[in-house]
C-alpha cells in the first residue's frame, strides 16, 4: 500500500516562496515516478512538475517553469517542490503522486491528501 503523505502548504504573500515536502511509504521515491499536481475549486486537477525514477528527467507545466523546482531525497524517501516568485494564480490545493510519465506530463495513481497554498497579493 503505497502512502503519500504532503506537508508545507501555508499562506504567503506574492513573491515569496513555499517548500512543500511528500513523504513516501510503501514505495521508495528513487523507484517511482513522483510527482505534483494541484487544484483549484471547479476545476480540473493540473500538473505541476514530475521526475523519472528511471533517468531523472524531469517535466514541469509551463506556468510554473523558472520558479518552481521538484527534487527528490532517496535517504528519507521524500519528493519536494520549491516554490518561489509566488504568484496569486498558485493557490490551490497541491497533491504529491505517485504514477506514470507519458510524453512530457504525468498520470498520478497513487495520491495524498494535498495541502493548501494560498498566496495574498
Known amino acids: 500500500q503505497v502512502q503519500l503523505v504532503e506537508s508545507g502548504g501555508d499562506l504567503v504573500q506574492a513573491g515569496g516562496s513555499l517548500r512543500l515536502s511528500c513523504a513516501a511509504s510503501?514505495?521508495?521515491?528513487?523507484?517511482?515516478?513522483m510527482g505534483w499536481f494541484r487544484q483549484t475549486p471547479g476545476k480540473d486537477r493540473e500538473f505541476v512538475a514530475a521526475i523519472s525514477w528511471y533517468n531523472g528527467n524531469i517535466y514541469y507545466a509551463d506556468s510554473v517553469k523558472g520558479r518552481f523546482t521538484i527534487s527528490r531525497d532517496n535517504t528519507k524517501n521524500t519528493v519536494y517542490l520549491q516554490m518561489n516568485g509566488l504568484k496569486p494564480e498558485d493557490t490551490a490545493v497541491y497533491y504529491c503522486?505517485?504514477?506514470?510519465?507519458?510524453?512530457?506530463?504525468?498520470?498520478?495513481?497513487?495520491w495524498g491528501q494535498g495541502t493548501q497554498v494560498t498566496v495574498s497579493s
Open positions: 503522486a505517485s504514477g506514470a510519465i507519458i510524453g512530457v506530463t504525468m498520470f498520478g495513481q497513487f
Open positions: 510503501g514505495r521508495t521515491v528513487s523507484t517511482a515516478n
